[in-house]
């Protein structure tokens, strides 16, 4: 028999081990001093008993106990306790906290811890096995036996946990129900046991597009429910559930027969569309039986708002990604004024979806752009074509124009777009200085370093960067001290509607002042009438930008009416000399 000794007193210990030496049977005695002493050596070798002192200083014995019984297998050792305390609570306080037996130091005799060695390793193997059986029968209760899967009850349960720690003012719980489309012809068609093993085959399709920290449960025959919890975005869950959709849409090998058995998902959220386990259950079969009715390997969510809101941003995926393929995106120009003498000076590159029967805003169509990643593309397309058109207005127009191009948040953990932006400034022999980058300022939340050190380094190529729709986020002055910013554009929902004296109008004064005593370049965009051009001029903005100039035009229409030089006067200066 292994004993590990574990006691702070050296003489305790001393006088111990000479009881235990006239024990034959005692092939190996190591000696702790402190719990973590003892622990350690736990790690290394498997004891059979533990001697155990019960008052010990930092770590006392009854939390070594502990410890060890939260271990897998209720961490392998017997262990028998002593003290030198003769009171009966210490004894059942040890015990209870999963010791095998209680010596009192002073009745330990050599026949009396033989004794307690003996019968400790008896108990405690008893108690394993006892333990093991119980481990099985709560697996059998929460599991369902041909997957492996949780049962519905342990669903019930771990959803209404999920829930309970939610957090509902930031985050949601998404339940998914899932039913196989074609589960009963399968079965009709090729037995029961072609059946479950379609059921084991969909399982495993479906775990290779979860991370593991999900909720996956048989809620019984071919219906399935996945929940996840800290959800930020609507989105995600609408990726997973379409992920899942595409791997079981393909088809299944059965009995030598390709067979095709999709899914339909319906979708409810915690908190928006339920309190309990039971609710969500419920609306997300509703909504699953709707996506049945739309036909196979279809999903729905149960609000329709969420529905109508998924339907169009994947059409609206759909629809880019055939854009990319075939038809090309288009960019219209918004020219930009001096603000005193109203001549043109550059112009804000603007998105356009392509000459197509529908139509999408970019507004509509950046946030799913930006979500599935494809703004990459796009935005390196909207970077080459903007510097490439504006080095050809450069060179056949003999002047000294700006280029300002949007940048979106998610360009800027693409590590090789610096580069890249190096290249096409090189390439169509831009000067970096007439290029502006504007950023808004969700770009620069948070401490995300590839981010910030993007920014920097198109600052050092040269390009200008600046700060769009300021006066609608954060507006914040640590924003504007912390990155390399050269340019604010105050957004048009600040800008004075009237020329009487408002909130407004006294925001853009305080605004304006501070913007440039921190000696910022400002634009002011938006801008639509001749008062608020004649105010924007009174508080020495320096660029202007609206309708009231110009509209965002195609190449065509600018090189009409904008820079063939007779044009130019009589269409941007018009409006607004008239009202200087
Ligand atoms: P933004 O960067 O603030 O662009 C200015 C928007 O205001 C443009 O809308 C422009 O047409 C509109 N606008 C200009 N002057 C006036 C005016 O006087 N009155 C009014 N009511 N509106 C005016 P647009 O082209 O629909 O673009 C919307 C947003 O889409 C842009 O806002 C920008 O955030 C994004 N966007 C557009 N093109 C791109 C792009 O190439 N890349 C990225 N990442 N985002 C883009
Ligand atoms: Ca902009
Ligand atoms: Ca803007």
Not at 44 to 49: C, G, R
Not at 81 to 104: I, P, T, W
Not at 312 to 329: M, P, S
Not at 439 to 463: M, P, Q, S, V, W
Request: charged content about 25%; proline content about 3%.
């Amino acid at each position: 028999m292994d004993i590990l000794l574990v006691d702070d007193d050296a003489v305790d210990r001393q006088s111990i081990k000479q009881v235990l030496e006239q024990n034959p049977s005692i092939t190996r005695l190591s000696e702790a001093e402190t719990v973590e002493q003892g622990l350690c050596l736990l790690n290394e070798h498997n004891y059979d008993v533990i001697l155990l002192d019960y008052r010990m200083p930092e770590v006392n014995g009854i939390e070594m106990v502990t410890r060890l019984r939260d271990r897998p297998n209720l961490g392998q050792t017997a262990i028998v306790m002593m003290s030198k305390s003769d009171d009966e609570q210490v004894a059942l306080d040890c015990l209870h906290a999963g010791a095998q037996d209680f010596l009192q130091k002073k009745e330990i005799t050599t026949v009396r811890l033989k004794q307690a060695l003996l019968h400790a390793r008896k108990r405690f193997e008893l108690e394993r096995e006892l333990y093991e059986s119980y481990r099985k029968v709560k697996d059998m209760a929460q599991t369902d036996a041909l997957t492996g899967l949780y049962n519905r009850y342990h669903y019930e349960d771990a959803l209404n946990n999920a829930i309970k720690n939610n957090k509902p003012q930031t985050h949601s719980v998404a339940l998914m129900v899932l039913d196989l489309d074609r589960f009963k012809y399968v079965n009709d068609r090729y037995g029961h046991d072609a059946g479950d093993a379609l059921l084991l085959e969909v399982v495993e399709r479906i775990r290779r597009c979860l991370r593991g920290n999900e909720i996956f449960a048989r809620l019984g025959g071919d219906e399935f429910a996945i929940v996840l919890t800290n959800i930020e975005r609507v989105y995600n869950v609408n990726k997973l559930a379409r992920r899942i959709l595409r791997e079981l849409d393909e088809p299944f090998a059965i009995n030598g027969d390709n067979v095709r058995c999709s899914c339909s998902i319906g979708i409810t959220l915690h908190p928006y569309n339920g309190e309990t386990a039971a609710e969500l259950t419920k609306y997300a079969d509703i909504a699953m039986y709707r996506a049945k009715k739309l036909g196979r390997g279809q999903l729905c969510f149960f609000e329709e708002t969420m529905q109508e809101e998924f339907s169009q941003r994947y059409q609206i995926e759909l629809a880019i990604r055939d854009v990319i393929k075939g038809e090309h995106f288009r960019l219209h120009y918004q020219p930009i004024v001096d603000a005193g003498s109203k001549a043109l000076t550059g112009f804000e590159a603007l998105i356009r979806w392509p000459d197509t029967q529908v139509q999408y805003r970019p507004d509509q169509f950046i946030p799913v752009a930006e979500e599935s990643h494809s703004i990459h593309e796009i935005g390196r397309w909207v970077i080459k074509e903007a510097v490439r058109q504006l080095s050809r207005w450069q060179q056949t127009y003999d002047r000294e124009l700006t280029m300002a191009i949007n940048l979106s948040p998610i360009q800027l953990g693409d590590r090789e777009l610096v580069l890249f932006i190096q290249q096409t400034l090189e390439r169509f022999d831009v000067d970096p200085e007439s290029v502006t980058f504007e950023l808004t300022e969700t770009a620069l939340l948070g401490n995300d370093k590839i981010k910030h050190d993007c920014i920097a380094a198109i600052h050092r190529l040269g390009c200008r960067i600046a700060l769009d729709d300021f006066g609608t986020g954060f507006s914040s002055l640590s924003h504007l001290l912390s990155f390399p910013i050269d340019i604010v554009k105050i957004d048009r929902s600040i800008l004075p509607v009237s020329d009487e004296p408002s909130k407004h109008l006294a925001v853009m004064i305080g605004l304006s002042s501070m913007l440039r005593s921190l000696g910022l370049s400002i634009v002011a965009e938006g801008v639509e009438t001749p008062d608020q051009s004649v105010l924007c001029q009174a508080l020495t903005i320096d660029k202007l930008q609206g309708y009231f100039f110009a509209k965002p035009q195609s190449q065509e229409e600018i090189e009409l009416r904008l820079l063939s030089s007779a044009s130019e006067k009589a269409e941007l200066g018009s409006d607004a000399l008239e009202f200087a």
